[in-house]
């Protein structure tokens, strides 16, 4: 199936977009990138489109216990089963440069919680150690620290989180890493961030390369990058070039995929490395390849279709939230251009963002009455009239009238609210959440992917509680 073939069964096809692939073959641009979530396709359809092309789209989650997500029991985070097992149209990738959350929750990675194991959504925290210049030391959860550069306890034995966690790792589906996809590729991933660096047209841009560092106690801090006396400066670190950068950006690598002595790897690390921002990795993501087959990318230069799935902060839920994809696009253009100019074996891409905002929907057959309701809702919003050439935005005001008039005949549950407050993945009880089968609602695949995104828009701001609706 070629690539205009593919956006056109995902409904994203048109003059635009033929216009957009022939600038993409001549080399004329590196980005296009279209919202699967404005798409006037069936999401059953979408569904058997995404199993038909070749390989499987990535679905950008974090590295920490996936156990309840495949167990469904995760709550906020089942619609990951969904997609990866369920209907088999991605694979976990999971992001291991992220942080682990603080002892109060409020800061650091406090949706996956990759300090913590999570059980039934019970959650118990792990004996986390962080480097003092000299030793691995009991860490008191007062900052999240950097994922790679931390050890845990466990019964005494000690050894890197980002180990315990892929060796916990039981699902049927087998998941990929950043750390991996980086250091397989990691001459190719070089390439491309110095042709970023030395393409960034001024010191903003260098930002949108790299705005954080990462120091050997695990801390993570913002930083402005800046054209210096020929070189680069990046927090309290200067670059002589653009390669020296680089080649400190990807040391972390080591400690991300060090199975055992991760002392003697930290040791050997600088003091100071660039942490590459999340644009940075969702161009990587596309130009090497991890939506083909083989995971690597072409090499022939060739135009791509490059299908990602995003969250909620990713991929949104339009159209109340585009996600940030999608608002940062425009902005980061010149990367890619910049790729493709410079890169015979980059492929230019169309960037589709497949928003995981519908699978929302799907219930836990613990949460038999909310199956019932929500059937009744889509059933609701299938049957209203919408007149117009765009049905979404004349079906918004409809729904959020049927949704309010729903809400009234089905008092939501706790549950319910919180998973489209996308606000906790723990149980809101001391009894652990039982295993349960995620069950698509009734009418589902009918409806269209901007519905099933409007709907859960709707949905959205109908459980915000009315103060957070006013900050």
């Known amino acids: ?27 004329r641009s590196g980005l296009a990138w279209r919202h699967l979530g404005r798409s006037d396709v069936p999401m059953a359809t979408l569904v058997d489109t995404l199993r038909a092309v070749p390989g499987r789209p990535p679905r950008t989650g974090h590295l920490a216990d996936w156990d309840d ?42 949706l996956f919680l990759p300090g913590s194991r999570v059980r039934g959504g019970r959650r118990e925290r792990l004996r986390l150690l962080r480097w003092n210049g000299t ?55 070089a390439e491309v961030l110095r042709v970023l660096l030395d ?41 002589r070039t653009p390669a020296a950068l680089v080649d400190t950006a990807l040391a972390p690598l080591v400690a991300a995929t060090a199975d055992e002595d991760l002392e003697a790897v930290i040791r050997d690390l600088p003091e100071e490395a660039p942490l590459a921002t999340v644009d940075v990795v969702a161009l990587s993501y596309a130009f090497l390849g991890t939506h083909r087959p083989e995971r690597a990318p072409a090499g ?86 919408a007149p117009g050439r765009d049905r979404v ?26 998973r489209f407050q996308w606000r906790s993945r723990l149980a809101p009880t001391p009894e652990p959440l039982p295993e349960s089968r995620l069950l698509e609602p009734p009418g589902f695949g009918e409806l269209t992917a901007a519905e099933a995104c409007l709907v859960v828009s709707t949905l959205v701001a109908a459980t915000t509680p009315t103060e957070k609706k006013d900050e």
């Open 1 to 27: 199936m070629s690539g205009p073939d593919v956006l056109r069964r995902l409904g994203l096809g048109g003059a635009r977009t033929d216009h957009d692939w022939e600038a993409l073959a001549a080399r």
């Open 69 to 110: 997500i495949w167990r469904g029991r995760s709550r906020i985070l089942d619609y990951n089963a969904v997609v990866c097992r369920e209907l088999d149209i991605g694979y976990p990738l999971l992001y291991d440069f992220t942080q682990t959350e603080t002892a109060g929750l409020d800061d650091g990675d406090v």
């Open 135 to 189: 030793r691995f030391v009991p860490h008191d959860r007062t900052e999240p620290l950097f994922l790679p550069y931390v050890q845990v306890d466990r019964a005494g034995t000690r050894m890197p989180l980002v180990r315990l966690h892929r060796q916990d790792d039981s699902a049927s589906v087998a998941a990929d890493h950043h750390s991996a996809v980086w250091t397989r590729h990691r001459d190719r991933l």
């Open 199 to 239: 393409r960034a047209p001024d010191d903003a841009a260098l930002s949108q390369v790299f705005a954080r560092t990462i120091h050997r106690n695990g801390s993570v801090r913002r930083a402005s990058a800046a054209r210096e006396r020929g070189g680069i400066r990046l927090g309290e670190s200067w670059y």
């Open 300 to 385: 022939d230069g060739g135009p791509d279709v490059h299908i990602h799935w995003g969250a909620l902060a990713m991929g949104g839920h339009p159209p109340g939230s585009k996600g940030y994809f999608a608002r940062r696009a425009d902005s980061v253009r010149w990367m890619y251009d910049a790729v493709v100019s410079e890169l015979a074996w980059a492929s230019p891409v169309v960037f589709v963002i497949a928003p995981v905002a519908p699978f929302l929907l799907w219930t836990p057959d613990r949460c038999k009455d909310d199956l019932v309701a929500i059937g009744d809702l889509l059933a609701r919003i299938r049957a209203a009239e």
């Open 393 to 418: 935005a004349a079906l918004a005001p409809v729904a959020r009238q049927t949704v309010a008039r729903w809400q009234r005949d089905h008092p939501t549950s706790e549950e319910f609210r919180a």
